[in-house]
Nanobody, 127 residues
């Protein structure tokens, strides 16, 4: 099992920046890829960005490409999401997720099933 705890969510103004963190504990050595998802009020969960644990491969949703950057620090088992030039439509609860290897290569992560989830952190962007 892997336990995930997100932090860093807050109220931000449009055009501003913020950074989310996700601290992992437990069987982190079993993780293959890590990702951020989000869910806005009244909408379904949406993929945001993903990164492999042991390589530098990244993958982004078109809606955040060029504005958000995903990174991780394996030494402290922490995943990050740097959010720049935020927009009101970025308002959502942001969830950290991780998956183990089950034969699905990295890419098109919005279609892949993730195994472990955090409780989420609220990001609100005002116009």
């Amino acid at each position: 099992q892997v336990q995930l705890v997100e932090s860093g969510g807050r109220l931000a103004q449009a055009g501003g920046s913020l950074r989310l963190s996700c601290a992992a504990s437990g069987r982190t050595f079993s993780v293959y890829a890590m990702a951020w998802f989000r869910q806005a009020p009244g909408k379904g969960r949406e993929f945001v960005a993903a990164i492999t644990r042991n390589e530098d491969s990244t993958y982004y949703a078109d809606s955040v490409k060029g504005r958000f950057a995903i990174s991780r620090d394996n030494a402290i088992n922490t995943l990050f999401l740097q959010m720049n030039k935020v927009k009101p439509e970025d308002t959502a609860v942001y969830y950290c997720a991780q998956r183990v290897w089950r034969g699905e290569s990295f890419g098109r992560e919005e279609r892949v099933s993730y195994d472990y989830w955090g409780q989420g952190t609220q990001v609100t962007v005002s116009s």
